[in-house]
């Protein structure tokens, strides 16, 4: 997988899928087949995981075929079909988190690292995709209105740029304290080098988060 495909998606995410693909090329080795989206999907139904980890599998590889500019048809079959048999329903629930002890507890970081979890917390995305924001994607930032671009993040990078989801509008609640601390954030550099299990492990150590992930809830945790 190359490094320019790699840069799509946020670090965790090409690690995971870095790892399925060698997952993959050893499995079509050692039986003699071609490595393509037809052996792909032999692969997902071997892997014997149930049909939320099939569906997981099947939407990563269709999306690593897909940003090298392969055949990817029998893969978006397949997660249609797992779909359609109900793999989309997932089985474990992460814990919702309050709201309370989310700003609480975001207050007592630093300000970059608030900044991203209180975008994150109000634009319902992971993580990795509120790190990854840099100052000049915070397109408008009043008291009242913020507007963040994702177009430079993983988020963005998968969208059509003339799409209106390119964009995030916040309002309401948190919205001022959003404005306040994007003034004090350095230009350019991303809002946090934090990982998703880095502050999961953060998490893990606050009796404020205890309980709660900072990973999406999925079939393969």
């Given at each position: 997988?190359?490094?320019v ?8 995410t090409?690690?995971e899928?870095?790892s ?5 090329q050893?499995?079509t ?10 052996s792909?999907?032999?692969f997902?139904a071997?892997t ?15 999306a ?13 079959v ?12 997932p089985?474990?629930?992460?814990t ?17 690292v608030r900044?991203?979890v209180?975008v ?18 915070f397109?408008l930032v009043t ?5 963040v ?7 963005g ?20 304290e959003?404005?306040?601390l994007?003034?004090?954030?350095a230009?350019?550099?991303?809002l ?6 880095a502050?999961?492990a953060?998490?893990?150590?606050s ?7 900072a990973?999406?809830s999925?079939?393969?945790?």
């Amino acid at each position: 997988m190359s490094a320019v495909v790699a840069d799509m998606w946020a670090r965790s995410t090409t690690q995971e899928r870095r790892s399925l693909w060698r997952r993959l090329q050893a499995w079509t080795t050692e039986r003699g087949l071609g490595m393509n989206a037809d052996s792909a999907c032999l692969f997902v139904a071997a892997t014997g995981v149930r049909p939320q980890g099939q569906l997981a599998y099947t939407k990563a590889l269709s999306a690593s075929f897909g940003a090298m500019g392969f055949e990817n048809h029998p893969l978006r079959v397949l997660a249609k079909a797992l779909r359609g048999g109900g793999a989309a329903i997932p089985e474990n629930q992460a814990t919702p988190i309050e709201r309370r002890k989310l700003v609480s507890w975001a207050r007592q970081q630093q300000s970059s690292v608030r900044l991203a979890v209180l975008v994150a917390w109000k634009t319902a995305s992971r993580w990795a995709e509120a790190a990854n924001l840099s100052s000049v994607q915070f397109l408008l930032v009043t008291q009242k209105e913020v507007i963040v671009d994702w177009f430079q993040t993983p988020k963005g990078r998968t969208q059509d740029p003339f799409k209106a989801s390119r964009f995030a509008v916040i309002q309401g609640p948190l919205t001022a304290e959003i404005a306040v601390l994007y003034a004090k954030c350095a230009p350019f550099a991303p809002l946090s080098a934090l990982t998703t299990s880095a502050l999961d492990a953060l998490w893990g150590q606050s009796t404020q988060m205890q309980g709660y992930t900072a990973h999406p809830s999925n079939a393969e945790r």
